[in-house]
């Protein structure tokens, strides 16, 4: 548990009640594979001035609901505990300087910790509230920084927080300690330009920094740097890849014997931009490893988002030219998003993107410039998001070894800013996949490279049965691991009443569901 002793907390937070938010909390019948066991509602105000509501799991806990509430001379954050049953617990406020906005929040061992950094100016200190998730009561933490930077990533230890992001297009991670309550930059960083690709924690206080960076031969490598719990760096494995491809993203877990599995995506030397295929990279206490490497034409479902007959004329492709002996070359955008262990295996889990373009009259392009970055011109053309195509799922052994794969078709989705939105749900027999969008659960059942319940979309339940919510009518949407089982999907929507035209609610809504 962070270092954080209870009379240090303050009392400060005052539970009101307001008339003018409306608590609905419903039981609803099982529907397929999806039982939506509770929905809770926040009325909203068309004319509302204050900034929408978000949403955070706190676990066995519940969630936490927040949002900002602007006033002329300060601001206040208004925090609503719900617990599993959506029931409220306790709502409060605290008071915000003007210049401060929410970041991330993380939670750790029932405490939740809200980062808050300046909207205006990118150096300055950082607050971080810590507040206890069964009462509301509350420390704040004020972490020193003189470096301009945005925060990118934000973690939470029992021993300390780590604020991730970039200087001058270097990577680096600002450490405080829960001891000391002092703050210092990571050893071992800042020093050349990469990107920062994860920052993985484990329960014994240890962290390992993942950096996506070139070496001396200009090959895209990636530096693994594990720090103790006082965030002294004790070692450096740097993967290499062979030669011709560049390693250029990846994810890291540990097993039980201390040994290391990185997953990720790698493409050519001469392409920092479009993935060829998954590697896979099995590491050794000693820092030795081996890396496998998997084109994407070597799995056996990557394909199978796409129409029957484009699929078949794809993989009529692929044999013809392995016949040839020619090489297979596939580019694509992926993001590995998960790795999990699964038994006696691992699953990664990547979704695959592209960029769209328009132009004046109103034609759209796939093409873009960078990887990562979030462009929003280029010449004529105008940046009109991400557009998602599909997700891939893949198994593998602990030596990297791969074992089968899958994948899940994802359908409309387009955003502007680059999440994971399919979310993995998996048992002994089988494994759940499904996201949420314009109102309806999709959702996959699989098992290694079958197909055991294909795609299904469930609509999300709502207050009445006079309730009617189309297409357009959800704003805003997100769904989320909640705790063991468990999702919650929340967001915005506008929920029409088809016994009397023109009338209709808008509310922040919450489903508890269970897959």
């Not at 796409?306 to 040839?324: H, T």
Request: aromatic share 14%.
């Amino acid at each position: 548990m962070p270092r954080v002793q209870p009379d240090t907390f303050s009392t400060s937070i005052k539970l009101k009640f307001f008339k003018s938010i409306a608590f609905l909390l419903i039981s609803v019948t099982s529907f397929g594979q999806i039982d939506q066991q509770a929905r809770f509602e926040i009325l909203l105000n068309e004319n509302d001035i204050n900034e929408d509501y978000a949403i955070s799991s706190v676990a066995e806990q519940g969630v936490l609901v927040y949002r900002r509430l602007i006033g002329k001379r300060e601001d206040q954050l208004e925090l609503i505990k719900v617990d599993t049953t959506l029931k409220e617990n306790w709502r409060g406020y605290i008071t915000l300087q003007k210049n401060l906005r929410v970041s991330h929040i993380q939670v750790k061992d029932e405490i939740i910790f809200i980062l808050l950094r300046s909207a205006i100016y990118t150096t300055g200190d950082f607050q971080v509230l810590a507040i206890r998730a069964n009462d509301g009561n509350y420390k704040v933490y004020t972490i020193k920084n003189l470096i301009p930077f945005n925060p990118t990533d934000f973690v939470v230890t029992s021993y300390g927080m780590m604020l991730g992001g970039y200087f001058n297009y270097r990577p680096l991670v600002l450490h405080f300690s829960f001891q000391t309550e002092r703050s210092k930059i990571l050893p071992g960083l800042f020093n050349e330009q990469g990107e920062l690709t994860q920052i993985k924690p484990y329960d014994n206080g240890f962290v390992d920094v993942i950096i996506s960076a070139k070496n001396y031969e200009r090959k895209k490598c990636l530096w693994i740097r594990n720090y103790d719990a006082e965030a002294d760096l004790v070692k450096t494995t740097v993967l290499e890849p062979e030669t011709n491809k560049n390693l250029i993203f990846g994810r890291s877990v540990k097993m039980p014997n201390d040994e290391q599995v990185v997953a990720g995506v790698y493409g050519h030397k001469n392409n920092m931009e479009y993935s060829r295929g998954i590697f896979v990279a099995d590491i050794n206490p000693f820092g030795e490893y081996t890396i496998n490497y998997y084109n994407f034409s070597d799995l056996q479902n990557f394909f199978s988002y796409m129409k029957v007959r484009r699929e078949k004329r794809v993989k009529e492709r692929i044999e013809r030219r392995k016949i040839k002996g020619k090489k297979i070359r596939f580019n694509y955008r992926l993001l590995v998003q998960e790795v999990i262990p699964y038994g006696n295996q691992f699953i990664m889990l990547g979704e695959a993107f592209y960029p769209k373009y328009t132009f004046a009259s109103g034609s759209n392009s796939g093409y873009v410039s960078s990887f990562y970055g979030n462009p929003l011109m280029r010449g004529d053309r105008i940046f009109d998001g991400y557009q998602y195509t599909h997700a891939i799922v893949i198994g593998f052994d602990q030596q990297g070894k791969l074992k089968w794969d899958n994948s899940f078709e994802i359908n409309d989705v387009k955003t502007f800013n680059l999440q994971q939105y399919v979310k993995i749900a998996p048992t002994e027999t089988q494994i759940s996949l499904l996201y949420f969008h314009d109102n309806l659960i999709r959702s996959k059942i699989i098992k290694d490279n079958q197909v055991l319940e294909g795609k299904t979309a469930d609509p999300l339940k709502s207050k009445f049965e006079t309730d009617l919510i189309k297409k357009n009518d959800t704003q805003t949407s997100k769904l989320d691991y909640w705790y063991p089982h468990y999702f919650f999907a929340s967001g915005i929507q506008k929920v029409r009443n088809q016994q009397a035209e023109g009338l209709y609610r808008k509310v922040f809504f919450i489903n508890k569901i269970k897959y």
